[in-house]
């Protein structure tokens, strides 16, 4: 009976640790999905943005750039 409950234990830790795992894997991926893109050339601006699924928002502004050449 120690034995099963011993067997059983472990599973839940490995059960636990896939979960943990998928959930890493998941955020990961939703770091990389693009879910919103913006570009703007005009009217004084000059940027492009992007929102991806896990809510992070990247801004790369273009004008400085054009200031060099």
């Known amino acids: 009976m120690n034995n099963y409950q011993g067997d ?6 490995y059960k636990k640790s896939v979960e943990k795992q998928r959930k890493k894997l998941q955020a990961e991926e939703d770091d990389k999905k693009i879910v919103w893109y913006e570009y703007q050339k005009g009217a004084g601006e000059h940027f492009r943005k992007i929102k991806y699924a896990s809510g992070k928002e990247v801004k790369t502004d273009f004008k ?5 050449r």
């Open 8 to 13: 059983q234990e472990k599973m839940t830790q």
């Open 64 to 68: 400085n750039e054009e200031q060099k």
